[in-house]
């Protein structure tokens, strides 16, 4: 098979993917609306939130389940039959379209325990290990808040007044990321939602802030990273990739992928902060405790007993319930953030501990899943992935962050628990 005739092959098979993913919402299809939150405040916080199987079935999906299914199918069997079975971009793309058909059963089990079933299985466990007898997502959750514990939080956490309205933080980040996203049809648009839940959510080229929000500075910061340089920055150098245009899209792998770099790309930047890492470490205990046979009540009043407020509380807990119901297991979306940020700075690590400083760009080149980054080097170097068009400020000179893992490589081999011992007396 000629080279140009190859490619046709990828490219078309990779827009059928793009094309048949697209209708698929995880996030609107398992959202819980407001009337959920006011009924269940309108109880005293009491009374489990009104939330079953039927509620899901009064928001049916937007599309037509079945149809995405057979077109899935289709993709991986035309995948088999073109690419065969060790084919480098046939064995993404093959994962890709596995990955989607769980993705619709989880959808089709919302309200039920097999919903929750599926979500691990996607996306993981808090009891999930790094390595072979190594420490756990639980245990990272662990040691964040209790190092978050020890911050004076009048200092740290939240010391930023949020007097940004939304019309005016929409000029502002449109502004900065104007400044990094330059290529005419590969831009940034920062637009006003009355139609979102969050304050803030990604799409392919956009990010929506919530109507009659109010932002902070540092809020702003930690969006034009996250948000803007990492999620939709990898998604248009995905859509800009000449032949595996499957890039652009992400499968829950891949989103594991996706929030460790935005979290990483947070930290190395400055922009990250203790409350976020506190929100980030509530929530992976949550998934804990669910896993461990707690409810959203249990949930809730935990948080609360932790010094959150009520709203902080309803929203992370709902986080870890949507698309479940309060007594039937959490969605394990949320471990993403913390098991991505271990994945990415592992590889980073490793790739300058073995020179390959080449591979760090390429982690930025689509949506991808770390797992993936040997066979998406191969295709690199076959020259059917291009380098990333953007990257995020931070790492487009890669000296300091070399500088930066290289020490990293020694201080992991450190003995902490001997170093406190040592320095104990000149921090009390």
């Given at each position: 098979m000629n080279q140009e005739k190859y490619c046709n092959i990828i490219r078309e098979l990779s827009n059928r993917i793009v094309v048949a993913q697209e209708p698929i919402r995880i996030l609107d299809a398992i959202k819980w609306d407001d009337r959920v939150q006011s009924a269940f405040f309108d109880s005293g916080c009491n009374r489990q939130p009104q939330v079953d199987a039927e509620y899901y079935r009064r928001i049916p999906l937007r599309f037509d389940i079945n149809s995405v299914r057979d077109a899935l199918h289709g993709i991986q069997q035309d995948t088999l039959k073109h690419l065969g079975f060790d084919n480098a971009a046939g064995s993404i793309m093959s994962r890709m379209c596995r990955e989607y058909l769980r993705v619709l059963d989880m959808l089709e089990a919302r309200g039920t325990p097999a919903f929750s079933e599926i979500s691990h299985e996607l996306y993981g466990r808090s009891s999930?290990?790094?390595?072979?007898?190594?420490?756990?997502?639980?245990?990272?959750?662990?040691?964040?808040?209790?190092?978050?514990?020890?911050?004076?939080?009048?200092?740290f956490l939240d010391r930023e007044v949020q007097e940004i309205p939304t019309r005016q933080a929409v000029r502002l980040?449109?502004?900065?990321?104007?400044?990094?996203?330059?290529?005419?049809?590969?831009?940034?648009?920062?637009?006003?939602?009355?139609?979102?839940?969050?304050?803030?959510?990604?799409?392919?080229?956009?990010?929506?802030?919530?109507?009659?929000?109010?932002?902070?500075?540092?809020?702003?910061?930690?969006?034009?990273?996250?948000?803007?340089?990492?999620?939709?920055?990898?998604?248009?150098?995905?859509?800009?990739?000449?032949?595996?245009?499957?890039?652009?899209?992400?499968?829950?792998?891949?989103?594991?992928?996706?929030?460790?770099?935005?979290?990483?790309?947070?930290?190395?930047?400055?922009?990250?902060?203790?409350?976020?890492?506190?929100?980030?470490?509530?929530?992976?205990?949550?998934?804990?405790?669910?896993?461990?046979?707690?409810?959203?009540?249990?949930?809730?009043?935990?948080?609360?007993?932790?010094?959150?407020?009520?709203?902080?509380?309803?929203?992370?807990?709902?986080?870890?319930?949507?698309?479940?119901?309060?007594?039937?297991?959490?969605f394990a979306k949320d471990l993403a953030y913390s098991k991505g940020f271990v994945m990415v700075y592992n590889f980073i690590r490793l790739a300058v501990r073995r020179g390959r400083l080449d591979r760090i760009h390429l982690l930025f080149c689509g949506k991808l899943a770390v797992e993936d980054m040997g066979v998406i080097g191969q295709l690199a170097d076959e020259g059917l992935i291009h380098d990333p068009v953007y990257l995020p400020p931070p790492v487009i000179d890669l000296n300091a962050l070399t500088a930066w893992m290289a020490y990293s490589n020694f201080l992991n081999r450190l003995d902490l628990v001997q170093i406190d011992n040592n320095f104990a007396p000149m921090l009390t």
């Open positions: 999930d290990v790094f390595h072979v007898g190594g420490s756990s997502l639980s245990d990272l959750g662990m040691l964040l808040d209790e190092s978050l514990r020890n911050l004076d939080e009048q200092m980040l449109q502004q900065r990321l104007d400044r990094v996203f330059t290529v005419p049809n590969a831009r940034v648009r920062v637009i006003e939602s009355d139609g979102i839940v969050a304050d803030a959510a990604a799409g392919s080229d956009y990010i929506k802030l919530r109507k009659n929000a109010f932002f902070s500075e540092r809020d702003l910061h930690v969006l034009e990273a996250h948000e803007g340089w990492v999620h939709v920055g990898t998604g248009l150098n995905g859509r800009l990739q000449p032949v595996c245009t499957f890039l652009s899209k992400g499968t829950p792998s891949d989103t594991i992928t996706q929030e460790g770099l935005a979290i990483f790309i947070e930290v190395i930047s400055f922009n990250s902060h203790p409350a976020r890492l506190r929100r980030i470490a509530d929530r992976i205990r949550a998934i804990h405790l669910v896993e461990q046979g707690a409810t959203f009540l249990d949930v809730f009043a935990q948080l609360c007993a932790e010094g959150r407020s009520r709203e902080e509380a309803y929203a992370a807990a709902v986080r870890i319930f949507r698309g479940s119901t309060p007594e039937s297991g959490a």
